[in-house]
């Protein structure tokens, strides 16, 4: 499966952006979506996953209460919703496809070019 990232920018801290991730190539329902992220010098880290029918979400406790990752199978689109940005949430955002659920990088076969979110104080 293809998939294209969208979405990212500049904003200042208290502010939202809206990610969106953009499947081809195969049947995107059949497949769990996560966004990950990487901030400078450090490791790609799990950020939001979302299983196959859109009804079970997890998130990393960095982020739980601002981020919402939904899903739009007759889309094939997945979104993540990023209110209340911090500056500690810049970094290059990664959307990806897997089969497991699981929320380790190595479970993913299918990653995004990546989108950049700055967040300014």
């Known amino acids: 499966v293809q998939l294209q990232a969208s979405g990212g920018g500049l904003v200042q801290a208290g502010g939202s952006l809206r990610l969106s991730c953009a499947a081809s190539g195969r049947t995107f329902s059949n497949y769990y979506m996560a966004w990950f992220r990487q901030a400078p010098g450090k490791e790609r880290e799990f950020v939001a996953g979302?299983?196959?029918?859109?009804?079970?979400?997890v998130y990393a406790d960095s982020v739980k209460g601002r981020f919402t990752i939904t899903r739009d199978n007759t889309k094939d689109t997945v979104y993540l919703q990023m209110n209340s940005l911090k500056p500690e949430d810049t970094a290059v955002y990664y959307c990806?496809?897997?089969?497991?659920?699981?929320?380790?990088?190595?479970?993913?076969?299918?990653w995004g070019q990546g989108t950049l979110v700055t967040v300014s104080s």
């Open positions: 979302v299983n196959r029918n859109g009804f079970r979400r």
């Open positions: 990806a496809a897997g089969l497991s659920g699981r929320n380790s990088i190595s479970e993913y076969n299918y």
